[in-house]
């Protein structure tokens, strides 16, 4: 007998007839001898809806009472979920996040959670109960409803199990589980049985869109067996784990970013600081900068490349056209017609081999390649947008053909 | 200054623009230097949309698990109105039930206000804070959110302005205040500047629907002064108090009620007791009989005729026929084609002209009198329903004529 969290997605509660397939699946699970704790998010659109509400009234709400209006979402859910599992009949709980014990810091639409007070839960478990929890939501200590923001259900369950010590957390999704590459964009990607946390992390960072990557740094720093699966086909998933089974697989997988756009700043006086005190200028707006290359220089004047998201482009350029004099570049260009492609795997550390790989590739696609990063663990690289789709089958098929 | 507990129904924030009403509504008594304290029901149809996705699942859920999920509702409207208060730019902030200390005991669906602890609410008001409260919402002992059923907003209006010690509370909703009579039934209704306690009591369970009963006799209790009043003009509404002001108004209102059904059973054993058994066996199942009358007897047999609401006929019925040996009657007949008709007013306690002159107001419309029913400050006859109309305007304009 275990201890199993699992999470639903608002997709795999968007109506009655899924509602009623989640039940069944944690009934399943819990006829085996399982103890069960769900953890769930809103339905499908009711968080879109609820904001669409929210901004007919006040675009500038505080975000207090938009944390107020939006957890009403998973109590919606929760409750649903719990009469669905009554009607299979089975002995079952829901809790809101602050029934549950969920106690953040006060960072509206953003709060982290500080520690899960599992009293409650531990008493219903004891009482052979099903206990459903609503994700995304806690309270801070004035007792004020606060939300995790973005993927907050994954970051919920995560901090359950972690909390509970459960022997296994079920992150279920639309998907079967993390893919070397998407396979709508590659068709020969396959499913991966495993990944490291660091992996998981550098793929979700990099839009794999599975796990969010505040509850894979959880799960990483509880050491919390993740499982991510689909909701609707009873395919084994794919373990989200301390140390990944040793295979002969340098590379785990091919990501592709579109939301990034690529400024340029020609002929900046080629100073001592100089590069530094624009990206400290930048950093101090909020908006960060991903890859970053500068040409070497002459003495007098250097060029300096950068990345930042699409969302950003317009603010960043507005902000250049402000500092123009002290920033004194040539010219100022910018493009979002570019994307970034991404290698992963804990393995290319120690072998110096897998850049080149990857640039033979491209090479070969007849890719140019704008600018490069690097990391311990994964090797970026900025093309054009039209090459992006086949600079990722080019990649995958290199390093990940079966 | 003073402090005013006001309470805004479903239809008073039922879209964005009424929303926007309210908030108006609101900050013009915070204007003038009062406290506010607001409590809210849920928006327009929310409660009743929340029951059919819940009947869709499982029809029969348990009551802890559907009050999880309507207390959803007001969560939603207190933020909204919060947020349209933001809006105006007024200090304000929303609290569900729990949050604003409201406990209860643990009926599901229909749970009793225990005590408020008002001390967020104060605090909150000290700070020079519009205060928005979820009505119709609670929690137990338990920590579970409990409802406190159908009217459960203006209860929890009511318990607010006790616990709080208001000035005043405030009910608004779409009808101008109370009325001598339904005003689409009878043209020459008109409003009520006051009315007292215990006859607002009548007027409320006799159907007239513009306050809950149980909100009127906490207001009693706790001698609430309560405004009954449009939240769509400006228009002064009835004042429920303690002493209604003396004025020469034997009765003060004339009601209608549809919702009922006679049953006879005719040739019933003339014996001691027996009547009693009948009634208690009925109230045993929960059903609440209103009139009752018996025939004088012939010391054999006699005939007993009640009524109980139109929900409960075939109920009832199935009863009766489950125990017809017991009962032992000759014939059992009912029809649900009959209206309850009665007269409320404080001085008719000591006016015996009272009855003769609605019987005589009756008599002159041709209306047939079938059951009759007198209390200290009420008179009720059963008539045919088809009749029902025409009496209300014969006796209003018999009684009540300006």
Redesign the interface.
């Known amino acids: 007998m275990a201890l199993v969290v699992q999470k639903y997605g608002g997709t795999s509660v968007k109506d ?1 007839e899924r ?2 397939n989640v039940a069944r699946r944690v009934t399943n699970t819990y006829k085996e001898g399982n103890s069960v704790v769900v953890a769930v998010s809103a339905q499908g659109d009711t968080t879109d809806d ?1 904001i669409e ?2 901004k ?3 675009p ?3 975000k ?3 944390d ?2 939006l ?3 998973e ?2 859910s ?3 979920l ?3 599992i ?2 299979l009949g089975y002995p079952v ?2 809790f ?1 996040g ?2 549950a014990g969920v106690l953040t810091d006060s960072k509206h639409s953003a709060a982290r959670i500080k520690r899960i007070d599992t009293e ?1 839960i531990q008493t219903e478990l004891d009482r052979k109960r099903i206990v459903i929890v609503a994700g995304f939501q806690g309270i801070n200590k004035y ?3 606060t939300t995790l923001g973005r993927g907050g259900s994954d970051t919920s369950a995560v901090a359950l199990a972690a909390a509970l010590h459960a022997d296994l957390c079920e992150i279920y999704t639309d998907v079967d589980g993390v893919y070397t590459t998407d396979p709508r964009i590659c068709k020969t990607a396959y499913k991966l049985n495993d990944i490291s946390y660091d992996e998981m992390l550098e793929l979700a960072s990099l839009g794999a869109n599975v796990l969010h990557n505040r509850s894979v740094e959880m799960a990483k720093k509880y050491n919390v067996k993740l499982s991510v699966r689909s909701s609707l086909n009873d395919h084994e998933g794919t373990y989200v784990k301390e140390v990944s089974k040793v295979e002969k697989m340098l590379v785990r997988g091919v990501t592709r970013d579109n939301d990034c756009a690529r400024i340029a700043l020609c002929g900046v006086e080629d100073a001592p600081g100089k590069a530094f005190q624009i990206f400290e200028m930048i950093a101090r707006k909020g908006i960060s900068v991903d890859l970053i290359i500068q040409s070497i220089g002459d003495g007098k004047t250097k060029d300096i490349s950068f990345t930042v998201t699409e969302g950003d482009l317009q603010k960043t350029l507005d902000l250049l056209e402000e500092n123009k004099e002290f920033i004194n570049a040539r010219e100022i260009k910018s493009t979002s017609d570019v994307s970034k492609v991404s290698i992963v795997g804990a393995g290319m550390v120690n072998n110096s081999g897998v850049a080149a790989k990857m640039f033979e590739a491209l090479y070969d696609a007849h890719i140019n390649i704008n600018m490069i990063a690097t990391s311990e663990i994964k090797i970026s690289v900025l093309v054009a947008r039209k090459d992006a789709e086949a600079a990722v089958i080019a990649i995958h098929d290199k390093f990940l053909l079966k």
Chains 1, 2 share one sequence.
């Open positions: 009655a509602v009623m609820l509400k929210a007919e009234i006040n500038d709400a505080s207090r009472e938009m107020q209006l957890s009403s979402g109590q919606i929760i409750a649903l719990a009469m669905a009554e009607k709980i829901s809101t602050w029934q409650r007792d004020d409803i």
